[in-house]
């Protein structure tokens, strides 16, 4: 414990940003974090940093020398060790007074239970089957998720309870079966259902190699990650879970949006009757892309 922690010193520079009312409720709040490597770990820095008082974060990974390139708690340090307590050691060295509940892979099987008391939910994870299951059990709890898209461009969206969850607006082969029973088929169905997703709905095929994207997409790779998206999406998820602790509105929905920093603009989803005359022609498009 710091001797000369004081909490209000800690946030005294937020203050103009939020009142002091405000400092207090994310003091009050808690979030829960699931996974805390790149766009997840990056959002509960900021969010530590914010002065939220409580989380439950929770990683099944150890970080490796490839996430040196993005992740924020990846360092000689840490290399080789679990990425929820590296996380959570970081967190209270900076806020002493911070409350973290850490958790590995049991937190599958504690989910209700953690959606029940974390009104809101931070998708730091890759894996389909436990994302599924994350957003089904959030809806149950009435908890809300801000996730991202797997996408070159950064982007966040927010899932209200009340919201549609991905297999159902994207089309996941996936519906009605049970998470655990999702197989590697369901799962390449679901990323390229994503990936096409993003190539109707951004710009962001004009930002990557598409030989090397096609290759991700294909299983042949593992996936490209670059620190300025990484960071600047989990600084728009932090702002999210913000938004909510505060209730401010922010204009993000569950089909959310892209930031294109290259232009710079925001890129919002197509209308319906565009994107459907257009889906024929990125589907073909992407076919041709993975080899299918």
């Not at 461009?153 to 998470?179: C, F, H, I, Q």
Request: glycine share 8%; proline share 6%; net charge positive.
């Amino acid at each position: 414990m710091m001797a000369d922690f004081d909490y209000r010193r800690f946030t005294t520079r937020n203050i103009g940003f939020v009142t002091e009312a405000e400092q207090q409720r994310l003091r009050a709040a808690t979030v829960f974090v699931c996974g805390v490597g790149g766009m997840g770990g990056a959002a509960f820095m900021a969010l530590v940093r914010a002065g939220i008082g409580r989380f439950v974060i929770a990683d099944i990974d150890v970080f490796e020398v490839s996430n040196l390139n993005r992740q924020v708690f990846a360092n000689a340090a840490t290399i080789g060790a679990p990425k929820a307590e590296s996380a959570a050691a970081a967190a209270r060295a900076i806020n002493p007074e911070i409350e973290i509940e850490v958790l590995g892979a049991e937190w599958v099987d504690r989910l209700p239970e953690i959606a029940a008391r974390s009104p809101i939910i931070v998708n730091g994870m890759d894996d389909i089957p436990a994302g599924i299951h994350l957003y089904r059990t959030a809806r149950e709890a009435g908890a809300t998720v801000i996730d991202a898209y797997m996408s070159p461009l950064p982007s966040v969206t927010v899932v209200r309870p009340t919201d549609p969850r991905p297999e159902e607006r994207l089309g996941y082969p996936t519906l009605g079966k049970a998470w655990r029973a999702i197989g590697e088929a369901d799962r390449r169905a679901a990323m390229l259902a994503e990936i096409e997703h993003v190539m109707l709905h951004s710009s962001s095929r004009r930002h990557v190699d598409l030989a090397i994207a096609a290759e991700v997409a294909a299983g042949r790779r593992s996936r490209m990650s670059f620190a300025p998206m990484v960071v600047t999406t989990g600084m728009l998820m932090a702002y999210e879970v913000i938004a909510l602790v505060l209730a401010k509105p922010s204009g993000t929905d569950c089909r959310g949006w892209f930031f294109n920093p290259h232009g710079p603009k925001v890129e919002r989803p197509l209308p319906a009757f565009v994107a459907a005359l257009l889906r024929p022609l990125v589907r073909r498009a992407l076919r041709r892309m993975v080899g299918t």
